[in-house]
């Protein structure tokens, strides 16, 4: 069974940092296979797409609000994306989720209806 398992969240004052981890087990054939994204949803609000990165890393998206402030990167040896998330804001509270879609493709997408598996997610709060 394909499972997505998010970490690294917590409390941290604005301005400061956090790195996320995601590690996925169970996947037919290789993670290198899969794009991966990361979503967040903060509350009474809709699911946003944060950053994705294709299969090989060399490609990467993100949403205007943390440009120039997280980076995604991946792992495949060891089956993990990260996401250092740095001067962070409080707007940027929410649970924080990984996710995962088979695809070779050169690119990668923002929207989650393109993503197939999803892990529990991991809150993120940032007091100001």
């Known amino acids: 069974e394909e499972t997505l398992v998010e970490s690294g969240g917590g409390l941290v004052q604005a301005g400061g940092s956090l790195r996320l981890s995601c590690t996925a087990s169970?996947?037919?054939?290789?993670?290198?296979?899969?794009?991966m994204g990361w979503f967040r949803q903060a509350p009474g609000k809709e699911r946003e797409g944060v950053s994705c990165i294709n299969w090989s890393g060399a490609s990467t998206h993100y949403a205007e609000s943390v440009k120039d402030r997280f980076t995604i990167s991946r792992d495949n040896v060891n089956n993990t994306l990260y996401l250092q998330m740095t001067s962070l804001k409080p707007e940027d509270t929410a649970i924080y989720y990984c996710?995962?879609?088979?695809?070779?493709?050169?690119?990668?997408?923002?929207?989650?209806?393109?993503?197939?598996?999803w892990g529990q997610g991991t809150q993120v709060t940032v007091s100001s």
């Open positions: 169970g996947f037919v054939g290789d993670v290198d296979d899969y794009a």
């Open positions: 996710a995962a879609t088979p695809s070779n493709g050169v690119s990668c997408s923002l929207d989650g209806v393109d993503f197939d598996y």
